[in-house]
């Protein structure tokens, strides 16, 4: 794979200039001793060494990456000197603005009863009622307005908070059920609903009010269409174009999506285009971060949407990686496979640290993974892991085989168990804050 040398140089909240060299393997990672940064308040200081992301390029010879906070870019024909500043992260007296879109997930729906129904951080977190003439105490169900069901609303801005440790936070929320992407992209009836929520929310807070963050959950009404990831790239881009002018701030807006089910509807593992598409536009573009896989939380017997906990639990896991982007200034995205590479023996590297458990969850087979070849199971003898973020599959003949994982699953829980000791279509191998995202890689091929 080709290699890219570029000398870097690092100004860290105030520290003396020094050359660093970073190196570019193609796009997956970047390498660099003092590309990450450790937060306090408004201030951030250099530390490392952390693998960053090298997202595709919009223009040949020509790569941008983000270190977690900054968007950097930087024309790689030659070695050449790039200038940037560690970011502010945490620390401002905004109300930081949290927007939840999409379909039925994003609403609740089935799950009832409604599990938070007292406030957490009152004066502090706040969410827009259905009415969007008020802004309650965030909680869920008719306490603020909302039918008695647990949304991963209140979760999301109330884990953020409560990681953060400060800070005023507002959600406003809007959902439309059996929607697909186009009928809630820009010029649809739920986008101009979405955005009126929006200024509403504004008009509604006392002071400066700032947008970092979008949790879309969505996908069920898409499968089968082949233009999922090109359409949730533009809805990001129109977002934050939007959002921005509504609010006035000057900082991005993200792209927080979650990864729908392969397992719980038709087309099922072997067609799972939704799901794979969510990763894809994940990893190529860099304001697009898949954070939420739901394929390991309990569905109600639709086999679509989720009970009231895991509803909750969608919440979370949004809320706990927008800490990590903008408060510790490190990547959010939940774990995935970024090579494999192998025969006999499959070497698989993940973008983050992960881990082969058999203390929460009795030994599955395979451990969770299946490799799929002319139609058929192939035998996976061994799962060891070599390092924090790799690990070795010993099996026969994997040319040209799909490796796949938690991709099986049953209606009423399914092949695997979760932490929590809930049956669901998991495996033994999991992240350190999320569970690994589901994807297919074909080992060995060209």
């Known amino acids: 794979m080709k290699r890219f040398a570029l000398l870097a140089l690092l100004t860290a909240c105030g520290a003396e200039e020094a050359s660093r060299t970073i190196t570019i393997d ?5 390498w660099s001793p003092d590309a990450a940064f450790e937060c306090d308040g408004a201030t951030c200081v250099a530390r490392g060494p952390v693998p ?6 919009p223009e040949p010879a020509f790569v941008a990456w983000s270190n977690g906070c900054e968007d ?36 609740g729906t089935q799950g009832a009863p409604a599990l938070t129904s007292t406030a957490a951080f009152p004066g502090e977190v706040f969410v827009l009622n259905p009415a969007a003439d008020l802004l309650c105490d965030a909680r869920e169900g008719r306490g603020c307005g909302w039918p008695d069901v647990e949304s991963p609303r209140t979760a999301i801005v109330e ?17 439309q059920g059996s929607t697909a992407i186009a009928e809630l992209s820009r010029g649809s009836a739920a986008y ?15 002071g400066d009010y700032v947008v ?35 609010t006035g701030q000057t900082s991005r807006v993200h ?44 569905f109600t017997e639709d086999r679509l949407h989720l009970v009231a906990a895991s509803y909750r639990a969608l919440g979370e896991r949004f809320g706990a990686a927008m800490h990590q982007r903008f408060d510790r200034c490190e990547p959010s995205d939940a774990p995935y496979v970024e090579t494999a590479i192998g025969a006999d023996v499959i070497d698989v590297r993940y973008n983050t640290p992960v881990v082969v458990d058999l203390a929460r969850c009795p030994k599955q087979p395979g451990f969770g993974f299946e490799l799929v070849k002319d139609g058929e199971l192939r035998s996976i003898r061994r799962v060891t892991a070599t390092s924090d973020d790799r690990l070795r599959i010993e099996t026969a003949d994997a040319c040209g085989a799909q490796l796949r994982y938690a991709f099986t699953g049953e209606p009423s829980g399914g092949g695997g168990c979760r ?13 350190e804050r999320a569970a690994l995202t589901q994807s297919i890689r074909v080992v060995c091929a060209d």
């Open 212 to 246: 970092p963050a979008v949790a879309f959950v969505h996908g069920p009404a898409d499968e089968g269409n082949d233009d999922y990831a090109t359409r949730l790239a533009v809805l990001a881009e129109d977002l934050d174009r939007d959002i921005r002018a509504i």
């Open 26 to 30: 193609g796009p997956g990672r970047i």
């Open 419 to 431: 932490e929590d000791g809930a049956r669901a279509p998991a495996g033994n191998v999991h992240g």
């Open 52 to 57: 960053l992301r090298v997202y595709a390029a």
């Open 72 to 107: 950097i870019a930087c024309d790689v024909d030659a070695d050449v000197t790039v200038s940037f500043t560690a970011p502010s992260c945490a620390g401002n007296d905004a109300t930081v603005g949290v927007v939840l879109y999409g379909q039925s997930l994003a609403l």
């Open 159 to 175: 884990t953020w908070r409560r990681l953060r440790g400060e800070g005023r936070f507002v959600m406003t929320s809007h959902g």
């Open 255 to 298: 792209l927080f999506i979650d990864q729908t089910s392969s397992w719980t509807r038709p087309p099922t593992p072997h067609a799972p285009n939704v799901t794979l598409a969510q990763l894809a536009a994940c990893l190529e573009h860099r304001h697009i971060h898949c954070v939420a896989p739901q394929y390991d939380l309990d």
């Open 192 to 206: 101009g609903a979405l955005l009126d929520r929006i200024e509403r929310t504004k008009t509604l807070l006392d």
